[in-house]
RNA sequence: GGCGCUAUCGUCUAGGGGUUAGGACGUCAGAUUCUCAAUCUGAAAACCCGGGUUCGAUUCCCGGUAGCGCUACCA
């Protein structure tokens, strides 16, 4: 399907790509991908301070890690300066910009002092009534001006907003804002105006924070006699104090959470649940089916608070039902990204056998990072033992001696399979006179270092026999060697 | 302060003039089991307040309150 709907996302190189922002992209994504339309990727790097190409790249590549391609661009606004100021020209010609003299210094005094005095300020409009002579004087004395657009003073600017709604603002609350600076930067309402306009964008989707931004935009629009397009706004995200998303609540940036070992499925679908629900009530939901139901007018009025337990759940979710042979990759990356290279050294870790770890812990793996983190005894002999496990589990003096007979027993179990280590083991259990249970999770913190890890017995198999006869042989040994010095009080 | 917007379980939300107000995450309890995860069962948990309209409002209207946003020569 091929239509002519043009939308755009607009990240200003100002800090990494943030979760709010990725939800805007997403939700312009899907808009753009269920009409049939473009999505245009524009660069807002108009704040020379502020903006850094770095960030640039930084924001291009998380955005293709959530697989949000665009169709068009990056257009840069930096390459687009003379576009604006003859934007800001042709308005000021119809007399409906001006240049103002007034100092960035004089408006921080007035401002303070009206504030001071508890009277609402906006710009006074010194520069309003300046004659032709007067701008001449000013310049002639080397006073640099900024571009201003003019308010009309009274009239109110209604526009019917996609998500919101009726949303009417009175001329009288409108200052005559900045379009261009002394410096012959465009402020944003100008770049934005300019550059919606060239990229002839149908639906502007953005951030809420921008509905008190639309009515200036769409004076501009009517002082350019082009048409203005259809708005759509998005609530905000939250932190957990209801407070706008911020660095202080943690991770915020999509970066961040691909660090963490987040999947980009997991955080796609997770965003686009916050202020929409599709039709059904699943919530695990396929990129294809988010497509085809998309709907803006169903988004969410109100702010949502990012719930990271609920991401938590979801990134299982889909770390559980991602193909071994999608998530072999992704483990390996992660396992040499922690020096573990790709499993056991000596070679004994086939790719079969890590295929088949892989596929053993992925059910209980929150993110990628459990690989070389919480399952590291999997692909490593140099893993440490947590001192609770220990405690709760080897404190039976009888421990040692169990391991040691159980490690003998399993060197000379035929076969070596699932039945035929349950059935030693059970045996040596009986024989003794221990539940089985005793043993086996006795067992497990010497295979793994831990009290939590899968079933003992696929455990071993995936360990191979070689390494389980010799963490046997070494857990007994150290148990021994401990004994009477503290190991059993779990220090 | 001014202006704008919003308001259903702790969180994300469905719903909508008459419902036992539904689902999901989380929490708690139980089942299962070699631990954990998963799974299954069950439980606690919400319509911000006040007026109006109406036979009947959580739903529509108004007001209040609260929260958020904007109030820059940031975006």
Aim: hydrophobic share 40%; net charge neutral.
């Amino acid at each position: 399907m091929v239509s002519d709907i043009r939308v755009r996302f607009a990240p200003s190189p100002t800090g990494y790509l943030h979760v709010g922002g990725a939800r805007t992209a997403l939700y312009n994504w899907l808009f753009a991908r269920h009409a049939g339309g473009l999505m245009i990727l524009r660069i807002e790097d108009t704040d020379v301070d502020r903006s850094k190409p770095e960030l640039t790249t930084a924001i291009l590549e998380s955005l293709e890690w959530l697989g949000l391609k665009w169709d068009e661009g990056p257009i840069y606004q930096s390459e687009r300066l003379d576009r604006y100021r003859a934007m800001a020209l042709n308005l000021e010609r119809a007399g409906r910009a001006y240049p103002c003299f007034c100092t960035p210094a004089e408006l921080q005094t007035k401002r303070a002092k009206a504030e001071s005095e508890r009277r609402p300020w906006k710009y006074d409009g010194t520069c309003r009534a300046l004659t032709e002579a007067d701008r001449e004087r000013l310049r002639a004395e080397g006073k640099l001006a900024a571009v201003r657009f003019r308010v009309p003073d009274s009239g109110v600017t209604t526009f019917e907003d996609i998500v919101f709604g009726h949303i009417e603002v009175d001329h009288r609350d409108l200052e005559d804002f900045v379009l261009l600076r002394s410096d012959g930067h465009p402020t944003y309402h100008l770049g934005v105006v300019a550059d919606d306009l060239d990229l002839r964008i149908t639906h502007v989707i953005r951030g809420a924070d921008h509905i008190s931004n639309t009515p200036k935009q769409i004076l501009m629009y009517q002082a350019l006699e082009a048409p203005t397009p259809i708005f759509a706004h998005l609530p905000l995200i939250l932190g957990p104090d209801k407070q706008r998303l911020s660095k202080r609540h943690g991770a915020t940036s999509v970066g961040a959470y691909r660090e963490q070992g987040v999947l980009p499925e997991a955080l796609v679908n997770f965003l686009a649940l916050l202020g929409w629900t599709p039709r059904g009530q699943k919530e695990i939901v396929a990129i294809e089916e988010m497509i085809r139901s998309f709907d803006l007018a169903a988004v969410s009025k109100s702010n949502a608070v990012f719930d990271l337990e609920k991401l938590a759940w979801m990134n299982s979710e889909y770390l559980r039902s991602l193909p071994v042979e999608r998530l072999l990759p992704l483990v390996k990356q992660e396992l040499s990204g922690a020096g573990l290279a790709m499993g056991f050294k000596d070679g004994e870790q086939t790719e079969e056998k890590l295929r088949q770890t892989v596929f053993l812990l992925q059910s209980r793996a929150r993110t990628l990072k459990d690989f070389p983190g919480a399952f590291r005894a999997f692909f490593t002999d140099d893993f440490a033992f947590d001192p609770e496990a220990v405690k709760k589990y080897w404190k039976d003096a009888a421990v040692a001696i169990l391991l040691d007979e159980l490690a003998g027993r399993m060197a000379a179990t035929e076969p070596f399979d699932l039945a035929g280590t349950e059935r030693t083991l059970r045996t040596l259990a009986e024989e003794k006179g221990v539940k089985a249970g005793v043993l086996i999770n006795a067992a497990r913190v010497a295979l793994t270092g831990q009290g939590v890890a899968p079933g003992l017995f696929d455990v071993m198999l995936v360990l191979g026999r070689n390494r389980v006869v010799s963490r046997l042989r070494q857990a007994a040994d150290r148990l021994r060697s401990s004994e009477g010095h503290g190991l059993s009080q779990g220090n």
